[in-house]
């Protein structure tokens, strides 16, 4: 063999060796840490100014920050259901609303989550906080993949709530140990400690194994709460207070990771599960999160509703101080972290979710593996996402005469806050989004238009 051909034969096995090294070398541990209504705008290095969070920071600096990052509904059920399957949650079953201690849904046991793909491979899995997909006992935790789970099963403002229409009183906010109440009514001030020393313990136990660990903490979700070294520290007031103790925990959790010497092969993500909520903190007496320049926040499909806040960070293997632009998914991380553990991904059944190393790691000329990125809410298909261009199809606000109303078109490069609308003078990409939008009829279904999808799978029920 001549010199030259050795020499390319040498690069293209060096390349492809690279490749499986991810995936070949010793099994990479996991933590995702899930923040509740944690806005855009609500950490340090995307913005913050009247908190701080210096941990968070931190992980960005040794890691990647996503600028475009999306959860795949604007409300906590839904977006959950698309972290933990890597599926659409109106594919799943649970796109309308969330879940409330009356409900007699959850996520379906037949569903294969992350949990469930990374304990085929030898994990020990476990999930400290609010779970939110399903608190009946076939729908908890532990039916689902996860060897351990200490939290609450939906929102932490939920407990002892009458729901009026439902003729419905809610039972005292439950704390579970695996599937049993242990407490009731729990000191909320003390969450995000509890959550916390919990996550700790169990990292600690499993420090000799490859292990799983979900934190979906409660806050900032209302009511908000901080505790004592916290509590009147930021100039933000109580919201402030309980991002700041948010940003301990994170800051608890990789020093621990540092002190077992397990850091280097553990990959921790920080993401939120929708915007921050704005109008009724203030009706509530708080001042609130910020979206940043995103328009809107949490129940709205701008901006602000549905582009969160994403770090992630692997020593020796995610660059450091890397920012990508370009457009990812919560949907993306059960593909991804089963490429990067060798695990396989659910068979049978359609995945919207993608392989994002390319991204996460750095990888020249990677771009997004998502065509379009489509906004529901309440399974009804308000807006898709293709490049840089975002079509409103549908608007709450509009009301019944929505089929009078021409759809809007904004291009996000150029205006991140969605405020010129420039459909007039791009009808070919108005053409082009309107078709993204109609196959996502077909496969998904669209409540405004009275569409059913042919590709949803059914929801659990009782």
């Keep these: 063999m001549s010199a030259p051909r050795m020499f390319i034969l040498l690069v293209l096995l060096t390349a492809k060796f690279a490749a499986l090294s991810v995936a070949q070398g010793p099994a990479p541990n996991v933590v995702i840490v899930f923040a509740d209504d944690q806005g855009y705008g609500d950490v340090g290095v995307y913005g913050a100014k009247e908190f701080r969070t210096p941990n968070l920071d931190r992980m960005a600096s040794e890691g990647v920050r996503f600028t475009s990052f999306y959860v795949a509904a604007p409300v906590c059920t839904p977006s959950r259901a698309a972290l933990l399957t890597g599926s659409h949650p109106v594919r799943v079953g649970l796109g309308n609303r969330v879940l409330f201690p009356y409900s007699t849904t959850g996520l379906h046991p037949n569903e294969v989550t992350v949990a469930e793909i990374l304990r085929s491979r030898g994990y020990a899995t476990g999930i400290v906080g ?142 939120s599960d929708n915007g921050a909520t704005l109008a009724p903190w203030q009706r509530r007496g708080y001042r609130p999160g910020s979206n940043g320049p995103l328009r809107a926040g ?6 602000g509703g549905m582009r969160v806040p994403a770090i992630m960070r692997w020593p020796g293997r995610i660059p450091a101080g890397l920012v990508q632009d370009e457009l990812a998914t919560a949907m993306d991380i059960l593909p991804t972290i089963a490429k990067l553990t060798g695990a396989e991904a659910p068979r049978g059944r359609i995945l919207d979710g993608k392989n994002i190393w390319p991204l ?40 019944d005469g929505a089929g009078d109303h021409q759809a809007l078109l904004f291009n996000l490069d150029e205006d991140i806050g969605e405020n010129v609308d420039v459909a007039g003078a791009n009808a070919d990409v108005v053409t082009r989004l309107l078709a993204l939008a109609e196959k996502a009829r077909e496969d998904l279904g669209d409540a405004a238009t009275g569409r059913q999808g042919r590709n949803v799978r059914p929801v659990g029920r009782l």
């Excluded at 949490?298 to 901006?303: L, M, P, Q, R």
């Design 130 to 271: 609010k779970w939110h997909l399903g608190h009946h006992t076939k729908f908890l935790p532990t039916r689902q993949g996860f060897d351990t789970y200490f939290g609450i099963p939906y929102s932490n403002d939920m407990g002892n709530h009458r729901y009026a229409r439902e003729n419905f009183v809610a039972p005292p906010l439950p704390i579970l140990r695996d599937e049993e109440i242990i407490e009731q009514q729990p000191d909320q001030t003390q969450l995000t400690r509890r959550y916390t020393e919990e996550a700790i313990r169990f990292i600690r136990d499993n420090k000799d194994r490859p292990f799983f660990l979900y934190l979906p903490h409660s806050m900032p979700h209302w009511p908000l709460a901080a505790s004592e070294r916290f509590a009147g520290h930021s100039k933000l007031g109580i919201y402030g207070d309980a991002i700041e103790e948010l940003d301990w925990s994170v800051g608890e959790i990789l020093k621990t990771l540092g002190e077992l010497g397990i850091d280097r092969r553990t990959l921790v993500i920080f993401t």
């Design 298 to 303: 949490k129940n709205t499909t701008w901006e």
């Design 360 to 399: 996460m790691s750095g990888e020249a000329g990677a771009r997004t593996p998502h065509e379009a990125f489509h906004y529901y809410r309440d399974e009804r298909l308000q807006a898709v996402r293709s490049g840089p261009w975002k079509l409103h199809v549908y608007r709450p606000e509009w009301g």
